[in-house]
């Protein structure tokens, strides 16, 4: 760092806040639509559309509805989407079966959804939330989520998902292995160019509340997922987490929940050489939007909150404002 001398007036900051074409010019940071990833939630039990009351301008669609919402999203330049199952409750049970059965509802959207726009880069996660009873990632036994048990029904999951055509899927269940267990199975089966998005860390976090509610996964058991996901306290975890999954064959690694986790985004994306995405999740969104909505501030606390987390060192966000974004560029 360069010692600061007084060199007022030589030196006025100011002059290069001027005016919008100038601060234009020497901004570090832009906001490039092609960077953010819109969160969808698709039903096995609706008609066509439900807004999701714990967040707000955001919706369960229908398959068909699902197919002509991404048509919207795609003429509007967006290229990703991260598809999330909300099913009814006959199928879940206590092991999450129906995310193992190749034939269940999120493969056959996927199958359809790749048949009509082959060019939409689709993300699926893998972690059985959508899928047990107990609303967990994993499985419970006794009280406890059984890891390697977990990482079987995972492994079989994601061979599922990529015979549909998906092209990333992306990990969130926090179980030990589950990359190394997931990339080996993609390799046996010759899915040589199927992307892991690892999320690598992930804070257990209150945030998540209004996704919860928005694929039903919320648990009423008293059991958190605190012995799986990560201690927010935690720094050297987080890099901990992220050579792992490296190691294990993680294409990309995430961070989230975004905003309070601005220092990790950071540290991570300056530590390694793999592309560093982050999830600007639920919680974030709904009290952006709630604010915005009671007028507490300006929707342009959007763009705000997503640059300074482009600033961080993230490559992409998913966000359940790029629709939003994508409208007003
Ligand atoms: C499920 C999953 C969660 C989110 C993404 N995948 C919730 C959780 O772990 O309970 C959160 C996303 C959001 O809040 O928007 N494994």
Redesign the pocket.
């Known amino acids: 760092m360069k010692k600061l001398t007084r060199n007022f007036p030589k030196t006025r900051a100011r002059r290069l806040r001027k005016n919008l074409a100038i601060r234009n010019l020497v901004a570090e940071t832009n906001l490039d639509i092609s960077k953010l990833i819109q969160?969808l939630f698709v039903s096995d039990s609706i008609k066509d559309t439900e807004e999701i009351i714990s967040m707000p301008g955001q919706y369960r669609f229908s398959k068909e509805m699902l197919k002509f919402e991404i048509e919207q999203l795609l003429k509007l330049g967006l290229s990703t989407v991260a598809l999330?199952p909300h099913l009814q409750k006959v199928k879940k049970n206590n092991e999450g079966s129906e995310a193992i059965n190749p034939d269940n509802f999120l493969c056959n959207v996927i199958k359809d959804v790749k048949i009509e726009f082959p060019e939409l880069v689709v993300i699926a996660?893998i972690?059985l939330?959508?899928y047990t009873s107990s609303?967990h990632?994993g499985i419970l036994k006794g009280g406890y989520i059984d890891n390697d048990l977990t990482l079987d029904a995972l492994s079989e999951m994601s061979i599922n998902l990529a015979d549909v055509g998906t092209d990333i899927l992306a990990p969130?269940?926090?179980m030990d292995g589950r990359i190394g267990v997931i990339r080996d199975r993609l390799e046996e089966k010759e899915y040589k160019d199927v992307i892991l998005i690892s999320?690598a860390v992930?804070y257990a976090?209150n945030?998540?509340?209004?996704?919860?509610d928005?694929?039903g996964?919320t648990n009423d058991n008293g059991i958190s997922?605190d012995s799986y996901?990560m201690d927010y306290r935690n720094i050297k975890e987080a890099h901990k987490e992220v050579q792992l999954d490296i190691e294990e064959g993680a294409d990309i690694v995430m961070v989230?929940?975004a905003l309070s986790n601005l220092d990790i985004i950071n540290s991570i994306s300056k530590s390694y050489d793999v592309p560093v995405f982050s999830?600007?999740?639920?919680?974030?969104?709904s009290m952006l939007k709630y604010g915005i909505d009671k007028k507490l501030f300006d929707s342009n606390v959007i763009p705000e909150t997503l640059m300074s987390i482009f600033r961080a060192g993230s490559n992409s966000i998913?966000t359940?404002f790029a629709k939003l974004m994508a409208e007003n560029k």
């Open positions: 969160p999330f996660d972690a939330d959508p609303g990632d969130s269940d926090m999320y992930k976090s945030y998540y509340g209004p996704f919860r928005a694929v996964s997922k996901q989230k929940p999830y600007q999740v639920s919680g974030e969104y998913l359940y």
